[in-house]
């Protein structure tokens, strides 16, 4: 009888802690799933350059070929601005997430690439990733810094009006889908969220 009560503890215990390893894998589960939608599907909004709902302060570059390219050009038309470096693992991600995004979201406002470093950057970028918009040159990074940006990659959504919509750093296509849906977490961590603009994943 006795050996009967060791046994029936050892399993009592076994039980135990097997539910507890099972919580902890659930929980575990459940943190990466929050993890992954609030870092994927949020821009993170810093308090680098122009205020959210403040206009998009003029910029003005050549693109690979010497096109001229200027702020100017999409007065009236919404556009996402992505400042981009070389040899950057973030921004080559940005950048290869940028067909999918303009492919799957139905309104997508025209894309505008400012990459720093010389027109082989740009026209390497350009090709590789079969961007169907402009790159724009920024040798010395002066059009980032211009809109007071200090790091990259950063995204601003601009309004057909020149005003910013949203802003942050955005590197994978979840961010960039957030910051086009209007949609970014302060490095604070207080959440924003614009007026919807409507656009829909097909």
């Given at each position: ?5 060791i ?7 076994g039980l135990?802690?097997?539910?507890l ?25 810093t ?28 007065a ?5 601005l992505l ?10 991600q ?6 999918p ?9 025209e ?5 720093e ?9 350009a090709r590789?990733?079969r961007?169907?918009?402009?790159v724009?040159?920024?040798p010395?990074g ?7 940006v ?5 995204a601003?959504l ?7 919509r ?18 970014g977490?302060?490095i604070?961590?207080?959440?924003w969220?614009?007026v919807d603009?409507?656009?829909?994943t097909?």
């Open positions: 009888m006795e050996r009967f009560w046994v029936t503890h050892v399993l009592g215990w135990g802690l097997l539910q390893a099972v919580l902890i894998a659930l929980l575990w589960a459940v943190g990466r799933i929050h993890l992954k939608d609030t870092r994927a599907f949020h821009a993170l909004i308090d680098e350059g122009p205020d959210i709902h403040e206009p998009l302060p003029p910029f003005a570059g050549r693109d690979a070929t010497g096109r001229s390219v200027r702020s100017l050009d999409y009236g038309r919404s556009f996402v400042l981009v470096s070389p040899e950057c693992a973030p921004c080559e940005l950048l290869a997430a940028v067909n995004a303009v492919q799957a979201i139905p309104g997508f406002p894309p505008v690439v400012v990459m470093g010389d027109s082989s950057n740009a026209e390497l970028v590789r990733d961007l169907n918009c402009p724009i040159v920024d010395d002066a059009i980032r810094e211009g809109l007071g200090q790091r990259t990659p950063y601003f601009v309004d057909e009006a020149g005003v910013v949203m802003k942050g750093i955005v590197n994978s296509g979840g961010q960039l889908e957030g910051l086009v849906r209007r949609r977490r302060h604070g961590n207080l959440e969220q614009t603009t409507g656009l829909s097909a």
